[in-house]
């Protein structure tokens, strides 16, 4: 079993920052590759950004890149994603998540494991 707590949410003007956490326990962290996704309200889970075991590698979606980073702690069994140039559209409920099989996934249905979500809101 793998528990996973998300902080760092809150509410923030377009063109700001925010970096959330998502510490981890139980399980070896480094052995999980880690996923970040969103749900607006009234929208489905959408993904945001994966990252490898290692943190060698990361995927974004389309409408994040350049201005979204994941990064990996394993020491510290934590992962991270450093939000940018936040525009209303990110806001969104946020959540980690992990996944044992894969070394990062775009789809939801390939993590085993999830956090409860932490809220960002960017006003306009």
């Known amino acids: 079993q793998v528990q996973l707590v998300e902080s760092g949410g809150g509410l923030v003007q377009a063109g700001g920052s925010l970096r959330l956490s998502c510490a981890a326990s139980g399980r070896t962290f480094s052995s999980y590759a880690m996923g970040w996704f969103r749900q607006a309200r009234g929208k489905e889970r959408e993904f945001v950004a994966a990252i490898s075991r290692s943190g060698s590698s990361t995927y974004y979606a389309d409408s994040v890149k350049g201005r979204f980073t994941a990064s990996r702690d394993n020491a510290k069994s934590t992962v991270y994603l450093q939000m940018n140039s936040l525009k209303p559209e990110d806001t969104a409920v946020y959540y980690c998540?992990?996944?044992?099989?894969?070394?990062?996934?775009?789809?939801?249905?390939?993590?085993?494991?999830w956090g409860q979500g932490t809220q960002v809101t960017v006003s306009s």
């Open positions: 998540a992990a996944s044992v099989r894969t070394s990062g996934s775009y789809y939801s249905s390939d993590y085993d494991y």
